[in-house]
């Protein structure tokens, strides 16, 4: 309890802590005032018709449903599902590979892992897309194909990152316990350790979950055909055709309405976890 | 000392060494466990006592040395380890309930995945060793809703629950608040009473006075003294013990 001088306390000391309240109410009326002159400032400035206009014109709002949910944003949760499921597979072996005593799965999974997360999303996009039929001839088929596997590919490794982390995050007694009432390594893992990491990442993997979520928007660049357009693509498509931002607003609008919820799932699955704990 | 001269050691340790790289925490353990025999090991903290007991499930492999169990040498290469410790029951200090799983789960998983018994006598069985326990009404609730002696109780069960032939306590009662050291004791006590072999590490000193049968004094890393209770506790035969009694027995008093 010293805040003599000299000795680093984060609390102000007791005389000055009254200080602080009055300059900070100041700084909120400070606040407010600002606040209110740039509101004032742009209801007066900002052609609102013109904005209303290029960005929300209530006929192309419309011309957008139902193809920007029954195709678009079916096609974005399509890219979506696969890509983590995927993802979450290849991850979960990754991790396993990290955390193996058998040095070269070790050193495997750390070079991909670090190879992955250190290039751009697009660029391994485009190389799943355009790259491997060229230098390999490998060609995987359709766009939810190549797009759902460049997706795996990229998730992957930052999954591999949470689920090791979530791993090592379960008491080492949880595997000694297991161990010596005669489960095997594998059982110890599979019974014990990774449903208990599960819990302990279930709010990072929301997270990465809507990550790729907005990622999927990446596959706007590989050749699509109409049927396998996403959110992003369909609105871009939809600005080139009307010449108006509308039908982008709209898209980003849906982006929303699909990720504000997961947000808040996490959260309270979080909460709930803990509560079981 | 029930079983009859000649018999298989329940646990047999044979200059048992171990190192945790230049730290050698064992240096020659000799130990036989006859079966329904209660051994208490005494020693001070960081004498190596509970890595002895590691080793004899396997938790940490001997640097060198034999570990018999029922006369299987479970260091030998070939030894099917997890069969070994599905017979070897373990209580540890942090209890290490799985703590996503109810109480009843933590006490059937290991009798159906390990020795494959169906789900129905396993639950069977988790309700006879709960009742054991104490603690059948509790089998519906989380570790984490339970005080620290019933979750050390569950553990007991889990144990029991795989009918070990021997069961290995951990300084079982160290992690837990005072007032709650004694259910688990009583728990302990009346297993010894009901003939199962046990070997304790303990600080509990009143508890092996009247549960074991012999008492093993560790120091730094070697068996100093091993004798029936009364004679170790009353004339130890070495300065060192005496000092450690010496020790331990203020504290108590104070």
Redesign the interface.
């Known amino acids: 309890m010293t805040s003599g001088a000299g000795s680093p306390t984060n609390e102000p000391p007791p005389s000055r802590r009254r200080l602080p309240v009055s300059t900070s109410t100041l700084g909120q009326w400070a606040l407010y005032g600002g606040t209110l002159a740039v509101v004032i400032f742009l209801a007066v400035a900002v052609d609102w018709a013109r904005l209303q206009d290029k960005m929300f014109r209530t006929d192309l709002v419309l011309d957008q449903f139902p193809r920007i949910v029954t195709q678009a944003a079916k096609n974005t949760l399509i890219f979506t599902a696969f890509g983590f499921a995927g993802g979450l597979a290849l991850g979960v072996v990754l991790a396993l590979m990290r955390l193996s005593t058998f040095r070269p799965y070790r050193w495997f999974a750390a070079v991909y892992i670090d190879v992955i997360r250190g290039l751009p999303a697009l660029l391994v996009l485009i190389f799943i897309a355009f790259g491997l039929p060229i230098a390999l001839d490998i060609r995987i088929p359709g766009t939810y194909g190549r797009g759902s596997v460049a997706l795996a590919i990229v998730s992957s490794a930052y999954i591999a990152e949470v689920v090791r982390a979530g791993i090592e995050a379960v008491?080492k007694?949880?595997t000694?316990?297991?161990?010596?009432?005669?489960?095997?390594h594998g059982?110890a893992m599979r019974?014990?350790v990774i449903?208990?990491a599960f819990?302990i990442i279930i709010p990072p993997m929301t997270n990465e979950l809507v990550l790729l979520l907005k990622d999927t928007a990446l596959i706007s660049v590989i050749g699509v055909t109409e049927a396998t357009k996403e959110l992003t693509r369909f609105g871009r498509d939809g600005v080139n055709a009307s010449a108006n931002a509308t039908p982008l607003v709209v898209a980003g609008l849906v982006y929303l309405a699909l990720t504000l919820p997961m947000t808040r799932l996490a959260g309270y699955l979080e909460r709930r976890a803990r509560a079981?704990? | 000392m029930t079983a009859e001269p000649g018999a298989v050691p329940a646990v047999d340790l044979q200059d048992l060494r171990k190192s945790f790289g230049r730290l050698e925490v064992l240096r020659g353990i000799d130990l036989r466990v006859a079966a329904g025999e209660k051994i208490c090991i005494i020693g001070a903290s960081g004498s190596g006592k509970s890595t002895l007991l590691r080793c004899v499930?396997l938790?940490e492999r001997p640097t060198s040395g034999r570990v018999l169990i029922e006369g299987v040498d479970v260091t030998a290469p070939d030894c099917d380890i997890?069969?070994?410790?599905?017979?070897?029951?373990?209580v540890?200090q942090?209890f290490?309930?799985?703590?996503?799983l109810t109480v009843e789960r933590n006490v059937t998983?290991?009798q159906e995945?390990?020795?494959g018994r169906p789900h129905d006598l396993a639950v069977d069985t988790a309700m006879a060793m709960l009742r054991r326990v104490g603690l059948e009404e509790k089998r519906h609730e989380?570790p984490?809703r339970l005080s620290g002696g019933q979750q050390q109780r569950v553990?007991i069960a889990?144990?029991l629950a795989?009918d070990p032939s021997v069961m290995l306590f951990d300084e079982a009662t160290s992690a837990l608040d005072p007032e709650l050291v004694g259910e688990v004791l009583r728990v302990m006590r009346e297993l010894a009473d009901e003939g199962m072999t046990m070997l304790v590490v303990t600080h509990e000193m009143g508890f092996a006075r009247r549960v074991a049968d012999r008492v093993a004094f560790i120091d730094e890393g070697v068996i100093l003294e091993e004798s029936p209770p009364a004679e170790l506790f009353e004339s130890p035969r070495e300065e060192r013990t005496r000092r450690f009694l010496q020790r331990v027995l203020e504290r108590d008093e104070s």
């Not at chain 1, 297991?178 to 489960?183: E, F, I, Q, V, Y």
């Open positions: 008491p007694g949880q000694e316990a297991a161990r010596s009432l005669g489960m095997s059982q019974r014990i449903p208990q819990r079981s704990r | 499930n938790l997890d069969r070994v410790r599905a017979r070897v029951g373990m540890f942090q290490n309930l799985f703590s996503h998983i290991a995945t390990v020795l989380y984490a553990a889990r144990a795989m």
